[in-house]
């Protein structure tokens, strides 16, 4: 081991080393470590630093339940690679789709025939005995007649550099998405080398996937539509779900936007149901139904078995095929493939013997010192004894156990996982080794299953691991398979686009994603004004209750109280108990109207709807998140909640700024813009109404030239009145600037018309929206005797035209929200009469 960077190597006889041999480096990795050598350690630490970089940049993530990061986890990604040549892939992808063939058969026979149970060939309690055995599912054939269309194997490899499959994904196999963005991340680290040493490319894999479920939906002569099904946010590798949707071009759905009507599964968008032909889940098998399968899950599709049943929809992997998950079942597979393919297994499992059968509970006690001890079906128990580490009572307990309960129970052989390199950061010019396992994925084709010539690489995060898991510190590398001539440049992408391919307007639209785009648009506009009220507040209590400031003070104080930021009694206490009421509406997550609970809602709503925002907004909302946080800790000091609160507002500003600039002008633009324009009518007219009635009961000439001054401020019009009247703060001129004036983005004539010239898109539907009642509502305040305002009446009537100005504004606002309700029942609800006109269309 001639090279500078191994020199701290640590290579184990005992066990198979992937780099290195006997005779030092093996010839399929010379030319990176090579290359390695040639850049120096300075390079390398760059090129980590990018690659975490582009992790960041990306929001690649993997969520650990429990985890203080929680959904924002960085995914783990080593620089280096794992190298693998063409003529060992070729043995290993050759196993590998024999292996998805015969579990594809299995699955058929077991929800069929089942002649292998039978033929005794596997017993019946694995199958019958365990929860993922789905009754409803037997006798059922799927679409197409495949129950596998994405399987995934976890490899590990024998000291004498043997590949053994350790377990079988056949549920919904996870990682694959990961492999793709894990070879997008590392080939941009080492671009030259990776094209010169000839590395296989990816696409051709997902392009097989994306065509054999289009090929295989019923589709009755329709354009095939295929949606990618998750369980939602919370998932662990909910950022692989949103990912593979993208690059595949599924839209992602969760349970709630799917709905079943005479066994035909329907898309809920905001043209109505869409017909769904077929369904790439992620979600796990008793989840999907909640009337056949599991009543108590909130994740399904209500009827989804009865269209599966039907013939209606395709559904991959099938309904029940986490039933080969079980640990017992590897043991069995030789003599299943001889009954089932007329073949020899060509990839080993590893050793393993079921203690429900007595001479292999017998073996198992005997030899348990020797064996890793597993449950026999997944989700039973996380529990994994290894026998080399029991005392001797302990071995007693254990054999105990087994005896009372042999069927739960599965021995291994112990796995001495093979050792791959590893870049630990800082240290220089140094490389590691860890455990490693390999997962790998086959698709189905209408030739049979195709191997992705790759996969997940895991490698252990801490040396003498015998567990490889995301979950507990663990990293990913990306696996280079070799090729052995020119490498295909085949790219899922369209490399030509012609005119038949021109696309005016994105594509399917769920009402869900529609529906967080909405609620983004409001919860922005929302936490915008809360922050612009609280900051205002804040600063003018820092002033002190100096009576030439009272009126603004007393404004603002009465304007937070209608807002339901702090209680009416804290306009007139002191300013210690005001400040402390202010900071609990910025900061308190349990202020329902506060900024901190609607932030998390704003959040919430762009994690929904990420494929629409920047990586930049993004972070800003991340980054906003945590200062709040940060903020929380640091309790009365008002410099720091006003500095926060600036950046609150910049944040605020240019999300807004994004919209408008940023995003594409489809139908989700269109429901996010009018979102914000509703939101800000609500916000407005209930402020303005609010002033006027607090404005009637204030004397004192200078205290209501004030409250006016700050009532500008606070809606942002402040420089536009100073610069169109060059004049002191008055009433009129100030109410027409916020109502009747059509230039200013702040009025409410502009939240009317922006509203009306949006509404009128929605396939000429506004009327029946709701927007008749709102231009209705506004017509009211246009035809308003502005005249009574003016300074020369008397105060009678002056306070009595507020007071009929302020009902007024109190029902613009009533307007509005119920064009929110009438919009959310018309796009995303799909309930009442417009569900039921769009359902007949």
């Not at 004498?160 to 070879?183: C, F, H, K, M």
């Not at 073996?363 to 348990?368: A, F, H, K, Q, R």
């Not at 600039?661 to 009018?674: A, E, K, Q, S």
Request: aromatic share 8%.
């Amino acid at each position: 081991m001639t090279s500078p960077l191994l020199a701290h190597y640590t290579y184990r006889p005992e066990v198979y080393d992937e780099l290195c041999g006997e005779e030092g480096v093996r010839p399929h990795w010379q030319q990176f470590i090579d290359h390695l050598d040639e850049s120096g350690s300075d390079v390398l630490k760059a090129r980590a630093a990018q690659l975490e970089r582009g992790i960041q940049q990306n929001g690649v993530t993997y969520n650990v339940y429990a985890d203080p990061r929680g959904m924002s986890r960085p995914w783990s990604l080593d620089l280096l690679p794992l190298i693998l040549e063409a003529d060992e892939w070729r043995g290993i992808a050759a196993a590998i789709g024999q292996r998805a063939r015969l579990l594809n058969t299995l699955l058929g026979d077991l929800y069929g025939p089942q002649t292998t149970l039978a033929e005794g060939l596997l017993p019946p309690e694995l199958v019958f005995g365990q929860k993922r055995f789905l009754w409803p599912c037997q006798g059922i054939k799927p679409v197409g007649g495949n129950f596998l269309h994405l399987y995934a194997a976890d490899l590990a490899r024998s000291p004498d550099g043997r590949w053994w499959v350790i377990a079988d994904r056949t549920q919904a196999p996870s990682g694959a998405g990961y492999a793709l963005e894990n070879r997008l991340l590392v080939s941009r680290a080492f671009p030259d080398l990776f094209r010169d040493m000839q590395v296989q490319t990816l696409a051709r894999f997902f392009r097989s996937l994306q065509s054999t479920l289009a090929s295989q939906a019923p589709t009755d002569g329709e354009p095939p539509l295929t949606v990618l099904l998750t369980p939602g946010p919370f998932n662990e590798t909910y950022f692989e779900h949103v990912y593979l949707a993208r690059y595949l071009g599924f839209p992602l759905v969760e349970g709630q936007d799917l709905t079943v009507r005479n066994d035909t599964v329907y898309l809920k968008t905001v043209s109505g149901l869409e017909r769904v032909h077929a369904i790439l889940r992620r979600l796990d098998d008793d989840f999907c139904d909640p009337v056949e399968l599991r009543a108590d899950s909130a994740l399904g599709v209500p009827g989804l078995l009865g269209a599966v049943r039907a013939g209606r929809v395709l559904v991959a992997n099938a309904l029940g095929s986490g039933l080969l998950e079980s640990a017992a079942l590897p043991g069995f597979l030789p003599a299943i493939c001889r009954h089932l393919l007329g073949e020899e297994l060509a990839m080993p499992s590893v050793a393993t013997w079921w203690c429900g059968e007595a001479p292999a509970r017998k073996e198992v006690i005997e030899n348990l010192r020797k064996l890793v001890l597993k449950p026999t079906f997944p989700g039973a128990s996380n529990e994994v004894i290894f026998g080399d580490r029991l005392g001797e009572e302990q071995l007693a307990a254990v054999a105990a156990r087994i005896e009372a309960d042999p069927s739960a129970f599965v021995a291994q052989e112990l796995v001495k996982l093979s050792r791959a390199p590893v870049w630990i950061d800082g240290q220089r010019r140094k490389l590691r080794s860890r455990a490693m396992g390999l997962r790998v994925y086959a698709a189905l084709t209408p030739e049979g299953y195709t191997v992705l010539p790759g996969g997940l690489a895991r490698v252990a995060g801490v040396e003498n691991t015998r567990i490889l898991t995301l979950q507990k510190g663990g990293s990913s590398k990306d696996t280079w398979v070799r090729a052995d001539g020119p490498v295909s440049g085949f790219s899922l992408l369209h490399s030509t686009i012609r005119v038949d391919d021109l696309i005016k307007e994105t594509g399917t639209l769920s009402s869900r994603l529609a529906e967080n785009l909405f609620w983004f648009g409001r919860y922005s506009e929302r936490c915008d004004a809360i922050a612009r009220l609280a900051r205002l507040a804040l600063a003018r209590l820092s002033e002190g209750r100096q009576a030439q400031r009272a009126g603004a003070l007393t404004s603002l104080l009465e304007l937070a109280a209608g807002a339901r930021l702090i209680e009416p009694e804290v306009i007139d206490a002191p300013v210690a108990k005001a400040e402390l009421d202010l900071f609990r509406a910025v900061l308190d997550r349990h202020a329902e109207h506060g900024l901190a609970a609607n932030l998390q809602r704003l959040t919430w709503c762009a994690g929904q709807a990420r494929e629409h925002l920047s990586l930049d907004h993004w972070h800003a909302l991340k980054r906003l998140s945590a200062e709040i946080e940060t903020c929380r800790k640091r309790v009365s000091d008002v410099p720091a909640l006003l500095e926060f609160l600036d950046e609150a507002l910049t944040t605020f500003v240019s999300l807004s700024g994004f919209a408008m600039d940023n995003m594409t002008r489809d139908m989700g633009w269109r429901l996010h813009i009018v979102g914000r324009r509703i939101e800000r009518l609500d916000n407005l007219a209930s402020q303005l109404s609010t002033f006027l009635r607090a404005h009637t009961e204030t004397s004192a000439a200078l205290h209501r030239e004030l409250a006016i001054e700050a009532l500008l401020e606070l809606c942002d019009s402040i420089i536009t009145y100073r610069t169109r009247y060059r004049a002191q703060p008055a009433l009129l001129p100030a109410l027409h600037l916020l109502c009747m004036d059509d230039a200013n983005p702040h009025a409410l004539s502009f939240q009317v018309r922006m509203l009306s010239n949006y509404l009128v898109r929605f396939n000429g539907e506004s009327g029946g929206l709701g927007i008749a009642g709102l231009e209705s509502a506004f017509e009211a305040l246009r035809d308003f005797p502005w005249q009574q305002l003016e300074d020369c009446v008397t105060d009678d009537i002056r306070n009595a035209a507020c007071l009929t100005l302020a009902n007024h504004f109190d029902s613009l606002a009533a307007a509005g929200r119920h064009l929110s309700d009438q919009l959310a029942m018309r796009f995303f609800s799909h309930t009442g009469r417009t569900a039921q006109a769009t359902f007949a269309a």
